[in-house]
């Protein structure tokens, strides 16, 4: 089988897609398509039977944003599409499955060569822009069956277009054994005065650190002495970063915001948390970093919005907040910092259901299912 993903990157989707190579290798002889080099590669090599870095036409919303750029992205996909075409008309893999909504070429050329295709999604979508819904009815329309992460993002396909809505599975995302095993190893979180809120993630607005910084400022003036600590590095806007120095320092909490930078496997970060915050501000179609943090049995305060709404469950392994309140933001993170037993409580209970509900085995077993129901294997 062929699988295509839009780049190198080592973020949530990406992770992803490593797991998914492996988890598919497993029955299948896989071989992967990249847009772009980088870290992902060396993950992949070691179950694929071939990884190849090629162009695949990434949309973004750059590419389309004027007549002439979406022109020029058409031409692209196009010269990607002919590429295809020739190497999978000699190929002729038993299936297509591309990783994400942002790459079309594989889906068009398997529709062409009449080879089963699967469209795996794992972008949180808007069924209110009439170019979402039109994209959602193409990918219908070019696949076998759509693989969404999470049962809010298959809502999204089943009621925009119920006649198909039998073409919806719903895989949930996981995390690879390996990092699953280093984070449930980890000892419960550090009590005492001082106290660290981790946000990991692409430096955003959609990601919400710029409502983290506010909301330690809350956090402060309600005498909890913590300090915040972002994970990640910016992406698209190249002026954010300073944009939330600026922004720390306004506010007054310069001195406790500290910027790691991009770290694929933030371990001792995690070590060093008390509380782990995925404050959204747009709705993500999983969030990897809640499962990341539960697994780690750290309590989560999590935007409620999108998938985050499945994996935490409000009360009992953290809490949940409307996205982009600040005052609500602040006032869990309070809640969760100032009662140490509560935490503990919140964090164990939220390991047990991540390994329970969450491991890679279970993982593995829907997928191949998925797949498998398209070609019968």
């Known amino acids: ?38 870290p992902l590669r060396p993950r ?15 949309l973004r919303r750059s590419a389309v944003a004027t007549p002439c750029s979406t022109i020029r992205w058409l031409i692209e ?14 190929q002729r893999p038993a299936i297509v499955v591309t990783n994400t909504s942002v790459v079309w070429a594989p ?24 170019g979402q819904r039109i994209a959602m009815s193409l990918q219908l329309r070019l696949s076998r069956l759509v693989v969404t992460c999470s049962s809010p993002v298959a809502e999204v396909y089943r009621n925009t277009w119920p ?9 949930p995302n996981a995390l690879e054994i390996e990092w699953e095993e280093m984070l449930v190893g980890l000892p419960a979180p550090p009590v005492g005065a001082g106290k660290t809120v981790l946000v990991v993630g692409r430096l955003s607005e959609r990601k919400g650190q710029r409502e983290a910084i506010l909301a330690l400022r809350a956090v402060r003036d309600a005498g909890v002495p913590a300090d915040l600590v972002l994970v990640g590095e910016e992406f698209g806007d190249k002026e954010f970063k300073s944009q939330l120095r600026a922004l720390a ?15 694929s496997d933030p371990y001792q970060e995690y070590e060093l948390a008390n509380v782990v915050l995925v404050p959204s501000v747009q709705p993500e179609a999983f969030g990897l970093v809640a499962l990341e943090g539960m697994m780690a049995g750290r309590p989560v305060v ?28 602040g006032r869990a993170v309070v809640r969760v910092l100032a009662d140490d037993a509560a935490a503990l409580q919140m964090g164990a209970e939220g390991r047990r259901r991540a390994v329970s509900e969450f491991s890679e085995a279970k993982y593995g077993l829907r997928l191949r299912a998925a797949v498998g129901s398209v070609i019968g294997w």
């Open 1 to 38: 089988m062929l699988l295509a993903h839009q780049g190198g990157e080592l973020y949530g989707s990406d992770k992803m897609f490593a797991l998914a190579v492996r988890a598919l290798a497993a029955d299948y002889d896989v071989d992967v398509i990249l847009g772009g080099d980088g």
């Open 44 to 58: 992949l090599d070691e179950y694929a039977t071939s990884v190849r870095i090629a162009a695949l036409g990434v």
């Open 77 to 90: 996909n196009a010269r990607v599409a002919v590429r295809l075409l020739v190497e999978l008309a000699r």
């Open 107 to 130: 889906a068009l050329v398997a529709f062409i060569l009449r080879v089963p295709h699967v469209w795996y999604v794992h972008e949180a979508l808007e069924p209110s822009s009439r």
């Open 163 to 171: 006649e198909h809505a039998q073409m919806i599975r719903v895989v």
């Open 249 to 263: 320092k306004r506010v007054g909490v310069e001195p406790y915001v500290r910027f790691a930078g991009y770290c």
């Open 302 to 329: 999590a935007s409620a919005c999108g998938g985050l709404r499945e994996i935490v469950v409000d009360g009992l392994t953290g809490l949940l907040v409307p996205p982009a309140d600040v005052d609500a933001l």
